[in-house]
């Protein structure tokens, strides 16, 4: 069993959508927990950081964390064409192994107009 | 303000010979790490520099090595390449070592034939 499960997709939704994007984890240590978006060709893009459980809200992005049922997700209001990417998350343990991080495999998710 | 440079952007080698990738940090960071990732996966660990030592290494054979320069500038050096090894190798860097926000550069393209 990977540690980081997360459904590759693809996803296509209209745009003016709500997405929703998932991912579960199997080590309860993990405490660090990240979404990034790779546009194509391109290295990943940190989106949105959240410590421990709880909600983080920047812009049209909501982070989710429910480390009691080892549960993430990231939802995107209004929707945009320009939102077309993969979305990884990824997460870790502690600060001592700040760099480590473990990825899902990424949701290719395609914004339609 | 330049952020995370890599070289080259592709690469081509053949079987059994060996390759040497280049990372420049974010500017004030003096931390970097090295990802690999395989089509259609999220990236995975390999190692991470600072100060010029190993700090911490992921699951890769010994074939993988790196170095790290007095400016923070990185090397990933791979002997004996396998088919296997054909990824896109990306360079992350972080303002400390006990910094769990990643900023990486846009990758190198190896191709292994």
């Known amino acids: 069993q990977k540690e980081v499960e997360q459904d590759p997709g693809p996803l296509s939704v209209p745009e003016g959508a709500i997405v929703s994007l998932n991912c579960t984890y199997s080590?309860?240590?993990?405490?660090?927990f990240m979404w990034y978006r790779q546009y194509s060709r391109k290295g990943p893009e940190l989106l949105m950081y959240?410590?421990?459980?709880g909600n983080k809200e920047d812009g049209r992005f909501t982070a989710q964390v429910d480390k009691s049922s080892k549960y993430i997700s990231l939802f995107i209001r209004d929707s945009q064409p320009s939102d077309s990417a993969t979305y990884l998350c990824?997460?870790?343990?502690?600060?001592?192994?700040?760099?480590?991080?473990?990825f899902g495999t990424g949701t290719r998710l395609t914004v339609i107009p | 303000d330049a952020g995370v440079t890599q070289s080259p952007t592709h690469l081509i080698k053949t079987r059994g010979q060996q390759v040497t990738l280049r990372c420049s940090p974010k500017?004030?960071?003096?931390?970097v790490s090295w990802y690999q990732q395989a089509l259609g996966q999220g990236p995975q660990f390999i190692f991470q520099?600072?100060?010029?030592?190993?700090?911490q290494r992921g699951n890769f054979p010994d074939r993988f090595s790196g170095h790290q320069f007095p400016n923070y500038s990185s090397e990933l050096n791979v002997n004996a390449l396998l088919l296997g090894d054909s990824a896109l190798y990306l360079c992350?860097?972080?303002?400390?070592?006990?910094?769990?926000?990643?900023?990486f550069g846009s990758g190198t393209q190896l191709s292994v034939l």
């Open positions: 992350a860097s972080s303002l400390t070592i006990a910094n769990e926000k990643l900023f």
């Open positions: 080590n309860s240590a993990f405490q660090y």
């Open positions: 959240t410590y421990s459980s």
């Open positions: 990824a997460m870790t343990v502690d600060q001592t192994g700040a760099n480590n991080l473990f």
């Open positions: 500017s004030g960071h003096d931390t």
């Open positions: 520099y600072y100060e010029e030592e190993e700090r």
